[in-house]
């Protein structure tokens, strides 16, 4: 038996099936590229769905870890400590907005936007106690607490969780008349993700985002963008949201914002949204604490740059670019995405999007598939043109070989 083979073995015997891994055991990383436990090398095109936009063991990031574990790594909230307020500070700049509540996942996040909304609507908008209602989109995925697969509309991800949370109204995404037609004066929120990862890398209809901006505005709504997966650089801006010129009130961040070396996400919002919170309210013992803060603030400075926004724009349309000759050669129905991200449905009667997976994987090549043809594509934004070539050279003899 190989290593990579017991390895895998001694894992999934052990570990509640959850997930359903590709059979490859990493041991080390480096940039865009990862290697097995046998020291085969694979390219990284999926970026732990975005949280690795830096490459892995990025050295700015890795040494930005070290310097503070070697001070404090952890005070809770209960105390404030000398990183916390820079990342506040910077953040809230960074994001064009005043106010930063920090947590750890972007699940914690978006349950963290959920009860920011409803608190709102309350306290500010007068809804009355209990009857609050945020609407939400049709094949969407914001995170797998219970509260947030009660609006999900993946079977797999719904399915026997059951009794769910009230108070979401689903639409579909990129219906304008939809949302409308939804919203009443018990409405808090509108929750969408600007392009739908989850989902195959969905970018919504063009002028969509601004009609849900001008709809939140008029109707007297909270208009929440959960980038947790599209922004920080990975569409080739900032935030997706830049792409129609459109600012939310709410930013949900996580993923990229702790580099791929530890769990940081935030709310990031107005003094009044976030203002509605008062001590003992909401909470997190490692929400903000100094590893976080040391390790996000170096992404925020790398950000402002703006040369990781700059690779994904360039990157992005080489990659769109050859990913639409595969779809005129019949090989591939749909190219989607935005920047170095794309979701490409394979075409019928050349496999699955697992099995275009696997094939990848044995050309070392790492990717993921979702919802049956569909694989996502989302190197980290490191990776070289040359690399990236390679990537898709790998994926263009799987589909025409």
């Not at 509640?16 to 940039?31: E, F, K, R």
């Not at 170096?298 to 670019?321: P, S």
């Amino acid at each position: 038996m190989s290593t990579t083979t017991s390895a895998f073995a001694s894992a999934e015997a052990h570990t509640a099936h959850n997930y359903h891994p590709l059979p490859v055991v990493v041991a080390t990383a480096d940039g865009a590229w990862m290697t097995d436990v046998e020291g085969r090398r694979f390219l990284d095109m999926l970026a732990g769905y975005s949280a690795l936009n830096f490459g892995h063991g990025n050295r700015r990031l890795i040494d930005a870890a070290k310097a503070q574990l070697d001070r404090v790594t952890l005070t809770s909230r209960a105390f404030h400590h000398d990183r916390f307020g820079d990342f506040c500070a910077q953040l809230a700049e960074l994001c064009g907005m005043e106010t930063v509540l920090p947590m750890n996942t972007g699940a914690e996040a978006v349950e963290t936007a959920v009860k920011t909304a409803r608190k709102w609507g309350y306290r500010v908008k007068g809804v009355p106690q209990g009857q609050a209602k945020i609407i939400v989109a049709a094949n969407n995925f914001h995170g797998r607490t219970t509260t947030l697969i009660s609006f999900s509309t993946d079977h797999e991800a719904r399915a026997d969780y059951g009794p769910y949370t009230p108070g979401f109204e689903i639409v579909p995404y990129g219906d304008l008349t939809a949302l409308e037609a939804a919203m009443s004066a018990n409405t808090v929120a509108v929750l969408l993700e600007p392009v739908q990862g989850e989902a195959g890398v969905l970018v919504p209809p063009h002028g969509y985002l601004p009609g849900v901006r001008r709809l939140t505005r008029e109707r007297g709504v909270l208009f929440v963008a959960d980038e947790i997966q599209s922004g920080l650089g990975r569409t080739g801006k900032t935030f997706a949201c830049e792409h129609e010129g459109v600012v939310p009130d709410v930013y949900v961040l996580g993923k990229a914002l702790g580099g791929g070396v530890v769990p940081v996400s935030a709310v990031v919002s107005s003094a009044e949204v976030l203002g509605v919170f008062r001590p003992g309210e909401h909470g997190s013992t490692f929400g903000g604490n100094p590893l976080a803060c040391a390790v996000a603030l170096e992404v925020i400075a790398m950000l402002r740059t703006g040369e990781f926004q700059a690779r994904a724009a360039e990157l992005g349309e080489h990659l769109h670019r050859e990913l639409r000759l595969l779809a005129e050669r019949g090989v591939v129905t749909e190219v989607r995405g935005r920047g170095l991200w794309a979701g490409v449905d394979v075409a019928p009667g050349l496999g699955t999007g697992r099995e275009v997976s696997e094939k990848l994987m044995d050309r070392g090549v790492l990717v993921k598939d979702t919802h049956g043809a569909t694989i996502r594509i989302a190197p980290p934004l490191v990776i070289s043109k040359e690399d990236l070539d390679w990537g898709l050279d790998q994926l263009r003899a799987v589909l025409t070989d």
